[in-house]
């Protein structure tokens, strides 16, 4: 089994943690967002829509820093390398999802 180029394993945790990042700003938003926007009346379709709007440009965000390297490797032809960094931000981000249930059921 090869060793991983250092750079694709430092791209990779980039990603990762800037995944991580991202979803901890939005979570906080989320958490907070009566602050910023004041309260909704009942039947408002504003809410529901800023959430879904919000929510599809989460995934446009997400998706590019995940896929957009390794999608743009695959297609310049470094077939290998695109795989083994999308495995490597997979690999991450999986660690930083365990990671963060390990938190919230030990304290």
């Known amino acids: ?3 991983a180029d250092p750079k694709i394993i430092k791209i990779a ?5 800037g995944v991580f ?7 906080w ?3 907070h967002g009566e602050q910023f926007f ?4 009942r039947g408002d379709i504003r809410g529901p829509m800023l959430f879904l709007m919000l929510f599809v440009f989460s995934a446009l965000v997400t ?8 999608t ?3 297609l310049t032809g470094s077939k290998k390398e695109a795989l083994t960094l ?11 999802t365990f990671l963060i249930f390990a938190i919230i059921v030990l304290v």
Request: net charge positive; charged share 0%.
């Open 63 to 70: 998706g590019l820093m995940v896929l957009g390297r390794p």
């Open 13 to 17: 945790v980039v990603s990762a943690v």
């Open 86 to 96: 999308l495995g490597y931000t997979v690999a991450g981000l999986f660690v930083l």
């Open 72 to 74: 743009y490797l695959f």
């Open 21 to 27: 990042a991202y979803v901890g700003l939005i979570s």
């Open 1 to 3: 089994m090869n060793s």
């Open 38 to 41: 004041g309260s909704l009346p």
């Open 29 to 31: 938003v989320l958490i």
